[in-house]
C-alpha cells in the first residue's frame, strides 16, 4: 500500500509499506481522507519531540471498514464509512498510546490502517464522508468546553482562532453560549470566526482584558493558544469567580498572574483530548451541520501533494484552517 511516510524532520515522502492485517478484536480501515493537525505538523519539523522519522502519522480521519479480525462484535460491519477514536488503550507494558503518535503504530496517513473495534465510530446514514474526518478536532474542542463549564447564555471568550479555537468556538454554541469572544491576531482567522458568529478582537489593536471590562467580563475563557500571555488574557478577562479552560499547548512552560487566580478566585482547568462519550456525541452531533463544517476545510491535497502542503503549515500559513489529505481520488 502506498504511505506518507516521515522521511526526515521537513520531509514527508510517499513509500510503499506492506498493508496490514486485522488481528483479534480489529478492523481493517481503508482510508478515504485525514486531516494535518498541528501536531502533526509539529512532528513534520520536529518541534514537539513527539513523532519520529519513519513513522506514518495520522488520526482525524475517515475511512470504510475493509475488513475484521477475529473477536469483532459487529459494531463496524464491513461497508461502513467510520471516523476512530485515535486513543487506544494502554499496550502490555503500559502508557498512553494514540493513533498517530506512537511510531510502531502506522496510522492514518496510508490507504489502510487497522484499529480496535472498540475506538470505530460508524458515521450517522447522509452524513458527508469527509466531515468524518473533522469529527476528532471537533471533540477537542467540545470538551474544552464542558471543562469550562459553558452553559446556556454565558458569555465566552475563546483565545485564538486556529482550527481548535473554531472548535471551541463552535463548542460554545452547540452548549447554548450566549455572546461568544474571539481574540485572534491573523486577520484571515478574524473572518472565519466572525463567520461562525463570534465578536472578534484583534489583540494587536486593541486589549483584549480591557474590551472585556469595557463591554462585560466573561464567565468563562478557553484558551487555545496556550502562551504566557494568552493565560494572562485569559485569567484578567474572565469576571470573579470565572473559569479558564486551557487547551492550547504552544508553550510548555508559562508564566501565571497567580492574583488573578486567587484574589478574584477563579479557577484554570485543563483540557487535552475527550471521552468517549463526547466523541461519539459529537460525531452524531457533526451529522446534522454540513453547512458549518463545510466552513472549517480549506484545503484537499494528494499524497503526492501532501508534503507542499506540510511544508506550507510548518512555514506558518496562518490563515489555513484544516488542510485534508486524501488517500484516494479527491471528490470533484
Request: proline share 6%; charged share 20%.
Amino acid at each position: 500500500m502506498r504511505a506518507l511516510v516521515l522521511q526526515d524532520f521537513g520531509r514527508i515522502g510517499v513509500e510503499e509499506r506492506p498493508q496490514p492485517t486485522a488481528g483479534e478484536g480489529e478492523v481493517l480501515i481503508r482510508t478515504i481522507a485525514t486531516g494535518i493537525c498541528g501536531s502533526d505538523v509539529h512532528g513534520y519539523t520536529g518541534q514537539n519531540g513527539r513523532r519520529h522519522v519513519g513513522q506514518v502519522m495520522g488520526h482525524e480521519t475517515v475511512g470504510v471498514v475493509v475488513g475484521q479480525g477475529p473477536g469483532t462484535d459487529g459494531t463496524a460491519a464491513v461497508g461502513s464509512v467510520v471516523t476512530v477514536n485515535p486513543q487506544l488503550r494502554p499496550g502490555p507494558g503500559g502508557g498512553a498510546r494514540v493513533l498517530g503518535v506512537n511510531p510502531e503504530i502506522s496510522s492514518a496517513f496510508a490507504e489502510y490502517f487497522v484499529m480496535p473495534a472498540e475506538n470505530v465510530v460508524p458515521l450517522p446514514v447522509g452524513m458527508r464522508v469527509e466531515h468524518g474526518a473533522l469529527v476528532e478536532p471537533l471533540a477537542v474542542g467540545y470538551h474544552a468546553a464542558i471543562r469550562g463549564e459553558v452553559a446556556p447564555g454565558q458569555r465566552v471568550l475563546v483565545l485564538g482562532a486556529g482550527p481548535i479555537g473554531l472548535a471551541c468556538v463552535i463548542a460554545a454554541r452547540r452548549l447554548g453560549a450566549g455572546d461568544i469572544l474571539v481574540s485572534e491576531p491573523v486577520p484571515e482567522r478574524r473572518r472565519r470566526a466572525a463567520r461562525l458568529g463570534a465578536v472578534v478582537i484583534d489583540p494587536f489593536q486593541e486589549d483584549v482584558a480591557a474590551f472585556c471590562a469595557r463591554t462585560g467580563a466573561v464567565d468563562v475563557a478557553i484558551d487555545a493558544v496556550g502562551r504566557s500571555e494568552t493565560i494572562d488574557a485569559a485569567l484578567t478577562s474572565v469576571r470573579a469567580g470565572g473559569r479558564v479552560s486551557l487547551v492550547g499547548m504552544a508553550s510548555p512552560i508559562v508564566e501565571i498572574p497567580a492574583y488573578s487566580i486567587s484574589v478574584s478566585e477563579r479557577r484554570v482547568v485543563g483540557s487535552f483530548c475527550y471521552t468517549p462519550e463526547e466523541f461519539r456525541e459529537t460525531a452524531a452531533w457533526a451529522s446534522g451541520e454540513p453547512a458549518l463544517l463545510d466552513q472549517l476545510i480549506d484545503g484537499r491535497v494528494t499524497f503526492d501533494e501532501a508534503d507542499a502542503a506540510f511544508s506550507a503549515l510548518a512555514q506558518d500559513d496562518a490563515s489555513a484552517s484544516k488542510v485534508l489529505v486524501y488517500a484516494e481520488a479527491i471528490p470533484a
